[in-house]
């Protein structure tokens, strides 16, 4: 008996219009009332995540930032937190500056930029959370930062990704989000570790949890739960590791698991 669903929200809870369907939303109020723990995974920062989270009436810890932060929505108390070692954040700072590369950080809940660039404004507008141009942007590099972030054009973002690995190798986190974003976390900020960590807090054993995810950044909990589930939209890799893998973003794939793995079983 599945007793947890942890859920990424980008192209999986969201359809391609961004929203959440009244199908999706029945079927996640209906596991609620069932007695199931349903929370988000996702790379959004926390501020976004709540934004989704109040749609569904959720009252659980929430996993942000990749697995970086988990943080109550009710009393806003964080749980579970992992920052980048500094070292490794100075090397990034550098790295970008070198390259020309667009950088963006987090600190404290709130996203910083350098300048005021297309890739932050559209970042902005999809995630609808507000961003900050630091007038002293280096002095960000000796903040706890959950995560650090790189856009560019896809062609580019390969490499990019290529290179920060052979710079740190296994002492951090390194992931694509999107085509266009590269992330730099903790080694231990990934949605893995985080579900693992809040299935302990509920005292589930991770037999008994689902993880549905879409992109590369979704692996970890999808290899360490129970039930690892692949959106139909989801990446080819992802769904060769997946345990199962369900129908789209757009035709419910989220609503069609829960019915299927956790109401229908009861």
Same mark, same amino acid.
């Given at each position: 008996?599945?007793?947890?669903?942890?859920?990424?929200?980008?192209?999986?809870?969201?359809?391609?219009?961004?929203?959440?369907?009244?199908?999706?939303?029945?079927?996640?109020?209906? %596991?609620?009332?069932?007695?199931?723990?349903?929370?988000?995974?996702?790379?959004?920062?926390?501020?976004?995540?709540?934004?989704?989270?109040?749609?569904?009436?959720?009252?659980?810890?929430?996993?942000?930032?990749?697995?970086?932060?988990?943080? !109550?929505?009710?009393?806003?108390?964080?749980?579970?937190?992992?920052?980048?070692?500094?070292?490794?954040?100075?090397?990034?700072?550098?790295?970008?500056?070198?390259?020309?590369?667009?950088?963006?950080?987090?600190?404290?809940?709130?996203?910083?930029?350098?300048?005021?660039?297309?890739?932050?404004?559209?970042?902005?507008?999809?995630?609808?959370?507000?961003?900050?141009?630091?007038?002293?942007?280096?002095?960000?590099?000796?903040?706890?930062?959950?995560?650090?972030?790189?856009?560019?054009?896809?062609?580019?973002?390969?490499?990019?990704?290529?290179?920060?690995?052979?710079?740190?190798?296994?002492?951090?986190?390194?992931?694509?989000?999107?085509?266009?974003?590269?992330?730099?976390?903790?080694?231990?900020?990934?949605?893995?570790?985080?579900?693992?960590?809040?299935?302990?807090?509920?005292?589930?054993?991770?037999?008994?949890?689902?993880?549905?995810?879409?992109?590369?950044?979704?692996?970890?909990?999808?290899?360490?739960?129970?039930?690892?589930?692949?959106?139909?939209? %989801?990446?080819?890799?992802?769904?060769?590791?997946?345990?199962?893998?369900?129908?789209? !973003?757009?035709? !419910?794939?989220?609503?069609?698991?829960?019915?299927?793995?956790?109401?229908?079983?009861?």
């Amino acid at each position: 008996m599945y007793r947890m669903i942890a859920i990424d929200i980008d192209d999986t809870l969201l359809n391609d219009d961004m929203i959440i369907t009244d199908e999706t939303k029945q079927a996640i109020r209906d %596991a609620i009332d069932n007695g199931i723990v349903v929370t988000l995974a996702t790379g959004r920062m926390y501020p976004s995540a709540v934004q989704i989270a109040r749609q569904l009436d959720l009252n659980v810890p929430l996993i942000t930032y990749q697995g970086a932060k988990i943080k !109550n929505l009710l009393d806003q108390k964080t749980v579970y937190e992992r920052f980048v070692p500094q070292p490794i954040v100075q090397a990034v700072f550098d790295y970008a500056r070198r390259q020309g590369l667009h950088l963006q950080v987090y600190h404290d809940d709130i996203l910083y930029s350098r300048e005021d660039h297309e890739f932050v404004r559209t970042y902005s507008d999809t995630l609808l959370v507000p961003y900050t141009v630091a007038p002293n942007f280096d002095g960000l590099a000796d903040k706890p930062l959950n995560k650090l972030l790189i856009a560019d054009r896809p062609d580019k973002v390969d490499c990019i990704c290529e290179e920060l690995m052979s710079m740190f190798g296994q002492a951090a986190y390194i992931t694509k989000s999107k085509p266009e974003y590269v992330e730099v976390l903790h080694v231990e900020a990934t949605k893995g570790h985080a579900l693992e960590y809040l299935a302990s807090h509920y005292e589930i054993p991770m037999a008994q949890v689902i993880a549905i995810g879409d992109s590369w950044n979704d692996h970890e909990m999808i290899e360490r739960a129970g039930l690892g589930v692949a959106m139909g939209n %989801a990446i080819p890799s992802l769904q060769r590791l997946a345990d199962y893998v369900t129908l789209t !973003n757009n035709l !419910n794939g989220v609503a069609h698991v829960i019915r299927k793995f956790m109401l229908d079983a009861r």
